[in-house]
């Protein structure tokens, strides 16, 4: 099945956008837990209310074998209908970035990845060329520096563009398979609803609400498209550390319902 249409599917079936970060930073970390319990009592507590779960690749790889253990575990651990998104921003040459996409999608068993297209098409060819499995390009993310290279104004094919208008421009031309989407900072929303204006249909990942900020009824204007799949709000910090008492899971719950609410009533 293509990425697209399970998480389409599964948007359907749990009526929320929500994408929950599962971004277990050890030092916030409940007293004497481990990365895979934090996680197995935070997927127990809140699967109902999210669309998917994103993973960033950094918060397991800084916890050395445990963290590298507990990254193919979650992803089994999570139910079947959930799509999964590594967040690891891969891309370089070619063969090494083959193994990049054998690591995420073969080994660990990913539905979809975060990439960065600063190397351009054949970094991201071995990706794009899996069309069971999703691709979000990195394109105006959330970050303060991200006007550091991507808003720059650059004249090429003819007319005045910023850096991220072009690469949601390759985006589209590349997506001849239906398998790329564009990760969209929520921190920018005036970035997000130009690019929704240019590409009507393109799916949207868009961290950035909570703990960065991002205003969520303009994150939902701006970004809205009629695929049911086509815009979906990720919240790590917000939901998983919502508490770090021993009732950290139902906080976590009440984080998560509270958010799909609020995104909803956007929507
Ligand atoms: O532009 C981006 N902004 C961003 O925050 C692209 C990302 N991939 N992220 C990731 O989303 C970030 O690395 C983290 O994993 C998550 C946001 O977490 P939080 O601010 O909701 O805790």
């Known amino acids: 099945m293509r990425f697209f249409d399970k998480l389409d599917d599964r948007v359907r079936a749990c009526n929320s956008i929500l994408c929950i970060g599962l971004d277990p930073d050890s030092s916030k970390l409940p ?19 999210c669309c998917a779960y994103k993973l960033n690749f950094a918060f397991y790889e800084a916890a050395g074998a445990e963290g590298l253990n507990a990254l193919k575990e979650t992803v089994k651990m999570i139910p079947g209908g959930i799509p999964v998104i590594a967040d690891a921003k ?12 054998s690591a995420i999608f073969d080994y660990l068993g990913f539905d979809a990845a975060t990439v960065n297209p600063y190397m351009g098409f054949d970094s991201l060819q071995p990706f794009i060329e899996r069309d069971d499995r999703g691709i979000f390009i990195l394109c105006r993310t959330s970050n303060p520096g991200a006007a550091d290279f991507q808003d720059l104004f650059t004249s090429y094919s003819g007319s005045r563009r910023a850096i991220f208008e072009l690469v949601a421009g390759k985006a589209d031309e590349w997506n001849s398979r239906g398998n790329i989407g564009l990760v969209m900072g929520a921190t920018h929303t005036d970035e997000l609803s130009l690019i929704r204006k ?6 949207f990942l868009v961290p ?11 994150v939902v204007e701006s970004g ?44």
Do not use: H
């Open 31 to 49: 007293q004497g837990l481990g990365i895979m319990e934090f996680n197995r009592k935070i997927i127990n507590a809140t699967s109902e209310f």
């Open 90 to 101: 891969r891309a370089d040459i070619g063969n090494t970035s083959r193994a990049y996409a």
């Open 198 to 203: 240019e590409l009507p249909e393109m799916p």
């Open 208 to 218: 950035g609400v909570g703990a960065q900020g991002g205003e969520l009824a303009a």
């Open 224 to 267: 809205k498209t009629f695929n049911p799949g086509g815009l979906i709000i990720n919240s790590s910090r917000q939901i998983i550390f919502a508490s770090s008492g021993p009732y950290f899971s139902s906080a976590a719950a009440e984080a998560a319902r509270s958010l799909r609410d609020g995104i909803n009533s956007c929507r």
